[in-house]
């Protein structure tokens, strides 16, 4: 089965500071991965998603990059701000199949 | 769009009594999920429709609960009885669907509690 992990369950940043936030799968037959963010009170919003045959997709401030030789995935965030303090989770698939699998989530907090 | 619809927000009930858990997706969108959230486990998928038809429950935690979704615009989620245990965040979420793999869209939740 899949399972989905995060290497750090809080992650404290500066303000301004760029942010890194890791996520580990173990389905090597995974093929689409996604980044949500929830803020406290409300669902997980969608950020970004990459498919496996990319090893990197960059948005508004935000890039996610994928290693699926270490089965790894990075979400990285430019430039922190305070708004950006929620929880990621990152989410997992395979095979066109609908069902993700969502990782444990990683609290980020940024400081002013 | 207003985005995908959950009622209600709060819900506070007793053990042994049934609950149900409503959810209207984007208009336009194919597949409609369910999740449940708690601090244990996280967020969960219970059950996941195509089309309005069920295609995984595997997540569904036993008989105790069941979804519908009669037509492409609503969706219920009833657990009967309700247990303590089942106290958690309830999420609905849709997407485009059409086989390939798009993002989800979730709405508020519904906060449960069972006492």
């Known amino acids: 089965g899949e399972s989905v992990g995060l290497h750090l369950p809080t992650l404290s940043v500066q303000e301004g500071d760029n942010s890194i936030i890791n996520c580990a799968y173990s389905n090597s037959a995974s093929d689409y991965f996604i980044w949500y963010k929830q803020e406290s009170g409300k669902g997980p919003q969608f950020i970004i998603d990459?498919?496996?045959?990319?090893d990197k997709r960059q948005g508004q401030r935000v890039t996610v990059l994928l290693n699926k030789t270490v089965k790894h995935l990075s979400l990285q965030i430019a430039a922190t701000q305070p708004g950006d303090s929620a929880v990621y989770f990152c989410?997992?698939?395979?095979?066109?199949?609908?069902?993700?699998?969502f990782g444990t989530g990683t609290k980020l907090q940024v400081i002013p | 769009d207003a985005g995908v619809i959950q009622s209600p927000r709060h819900e506070v009930t007793e053990m042994g009594q049934e609950v149900t858990l409503r959810c209207k997706p984007i208009?336009?969108?194919?597949?409609l999920f369910w999740y449940r959230q708690t601090m244990m486990r996280g967020l969960e998928l219970l059950i996941y429709?195509?089309?309005?038809?069920?295609?995984?429950d595997s997540g569904m935690p036993e008989d105790r609960f069941s979804a519908k979704m009669p037509n492409a615009s609503f969706s219920t989620l009833k657990i009967q009885p309700s247990e303590p245990r089942d106290s958690a965040v309830y999420f609905c979420?849709?997407?485009?669907?059409?086989?390939?793999?798009?993002?989800?869209?979730f709405g508020q939740g519904t906060r449960l509690t069972v006492v």
């Open positions: 990459i498919r496996s045959n990319m």
């Open positions: 208009s336009g969108h194919n597949s």
């Open positions: 989410a997992v698939s395979s095979g066109g199949y609908q069902k993700v699998t």
């Open positions: 429709f195509n089309n309005n038809v069920p295609i995984d």
């Open positions: 979420a849709s997407s485009l669907g059409g086989g390939r793999n798009t993002e989800a869209f």
